[in-house]
């Protein structure tokens, strides 16, 4: 899985907590690998849950026998949340290898059972790319701010890994919202806005918008000045309730037509 390990006992205690974990906490931990992380959550929560897709890693945390703590053998992704946690309260705590850190993030925050809050540990690039804003957000940034408000902790040298990895760390925590600004049944709608404007991000937006939403350009330049943005302007110097307002926008003309 291209997985690094954690081994740093003082890393272990600070992601910990900055992930606040109360005594009668349930915590989900991604990719436990071998148990470093697991330990200290299980001293800390009131329930583990490890989801670890390996399974030799999972014989292994198997064998530890950690207190209040369950493994479950399971591709994250695939994993029903709301099923694992039987619907209850939780946090998210894991090191994410790197190639999965978007796919996993996205999957919980599109979760019908959303955590209360996720501390990941990602590759450096991923995190800054996560916390961006104008004029320097992505659509990374988007996916991730519409559910919650992400920051960096602090940031992981290479040297507190088994194998070194050869970029750095940072822990991120996301404060997931109760509800986010766009709705479920009209994410897809959004987010189509938002892949049309960072599809072709050096084009002003009205080109951009017109092109992929197979709309004019007189009617894309309308919708951005009825959401008080610059039709000139590009997509990734617009801030998330810029997106909010231009969705709501677009889905009033459609509605009025």
Do not use: C
């Not at 994250?76 to 850190?101: C, E, M, W």
Request: avoid cysteine.
């Amino acid at each position: 899985m291209g997985q690094n390990f954690l081994h740093e006992s003082g890393v272990v205690r600070h992601i910990a907590q900055v992930a606040e974990i109360e005594p009668d906490d349930l915590v989900v931990e991604i990719g436990p690998g071998l148990g470093v992380l697991t330990r200290e959550l299980s001293a800390r929560a009131g329930q583990v849950i490890a989801v670890e897709l390996d399974t030799r890693l999972a014989e292994y945390i198997r064998r530890l026998e950690l207190p209040n703590t369950e493994l479950v053998e399971a591709d994250i992704l695939q994993v029903d949340l709301k099923a694992l946690t039987g619907g209850k309260r939780y946090v998210v705590v894991a090191n994410l290898p790197y190639s999965v850190a978007a796919a996993a993030i996205a999957h919980l925050l599109e979760s019908e059972a959303r955590p209360a809050r996720i501390i990941v540990m990602v590759q450096r690039e991923v995190a800054e790319r996560i916390i961006a804003a104008p004029p320097q957000m992505n659509l990374l940034s988007i996916a991730v701010q519409l559910f919650g408000t992400p920051r960096i902790m602090f940031k992981i040298g290479p040297g507190a890994f088994v194998p070194a990895p050869k970029v750095d760390s940072a822990v991120i925590k996301i404060d997931v919202f109760a509800a986010p600004s766009v709705s479920d049944t009209e994410r897809k709608a959004f987010f189509r806005i938002v892949k049309a404007g960072f599809r072709q991000k050096r084009k002003q937006l009205a080109n951009a918008i017109s092109a992929a939403l197979a709309i004019t350009k007189a009617e894309a330049e309308h919708a951005l000045t009825e959401a008080g943005i610059d039709p000139s302007r590009r997509a990734q110097t617009l801030s998330l309730d810029d997106w909010v307002k231009l969705h709501t926008t677009l889905a009033s003309t459609r509605t009025d037509d």
